[in-house]
C-alpha cells in the first residue's frame, strides 16, 4: 500500500497503521521519519549560574532571580534544625554520663535519628556544573 501525501509515494509495509473513522471519513495515521528542517536560531549565548539570581545569559537577562532567597530559607531552616539537634545530643551524653542510660537511648532513638533529614535532601539525577579546570586567557591566579 503506498500513499501520496506531502511525502510523495511512501512505502506503508512494515508499518504500524492505524484507522481512524469519523462520521463518514476514513483516516489512516502512520508514523513516518521527518526530514530535518532548517534551524530556527543561529545564536550562541553562555549561560552563568550565580547565588543572588540563578542564572544569567551573556547578554545579561536574568533567567530567574529567587534562587539566592530559596537557598537562604532552605541553608536557616536547615542550621536552626542542627542546633536544636546538637542540643539534644549534647543532652543525651549529659545523660549516659550521668547513669540515665535509659533516658538517654529514649533521646537517641526519637531524636537523633537521620531518617528525615535524609528525605528532605534533594536526590537529583544529573547534577551539572560549570567547568573551571581551564584557566581563563591573559588571567593570572
Given at each position: 500500500m503506498t500513499t501520496t501525501t506531502s511525502e510523495k509515494n511512501v512505502d506503508l509495509s512494515s508499518k504500524n497503521l492505524r484507522i481512524v473513522v469519523k462520521d463518514d471519513v476514513t483516516e489512516v495515521h502512520y508514523a513516518f521519519i521527518k526530514s530535518v528542517g532548517r534551524l530556527c536560531r543561529t545564536a550562541i549565548i553562555a549561560v552563568d549560574k550565580g547565588y543572588a539570581e540563578a542564572f544569567v545569559d551573556s547578554d545579561g537577562d536574568k533567567?530567574?532571580?529567587?534562587?539566592?532567597?530559596?537557598?537562604?530559607?532552605?541553608?536557616?531552616?536547615t542550621g536552626k534544625a542542627g542546633?536544636?539537634?546538637?542540643?539534644?545530643?549534647?543532652?543525651?551524653?549529659?545523660?549516659?554520663?550521668?547513669?540515665?542510660?535509659?533516658?538517654?537511648?529514649?533521646?537517641?532513638?526519637?531524636?537523633?535519628?537521620?531518617?528525615?533529614?535524609?528525605?528532605r535532601k534533594d536526590k537529583a539525577d544529573v547534577v551539572i556544573s560549570e567547568d573551571l579546570s581551564r584557566s581563563i586567557a591573559r588571567k593570572r591566579p
Open positions: 533567567l530567574s532571580v529567587s534562587l539566592g532567597q530559596i537557598m537562604t530559607e532552605y541553608s536557616d531552616k542546633k536544636a539537634r546538637n542540643k539534644l545530643y549534647a543532652l543525651e551524653k549529659k545523660h549516659r554520663a550521668v547513669g540515665h542510660t535509659a533516658k538517654a537511648d529514649r533521646i537517641r532513638a526519637n531524636n537523633l535519628g537521620t531518617t528525615k533529614i535524609n528525605a
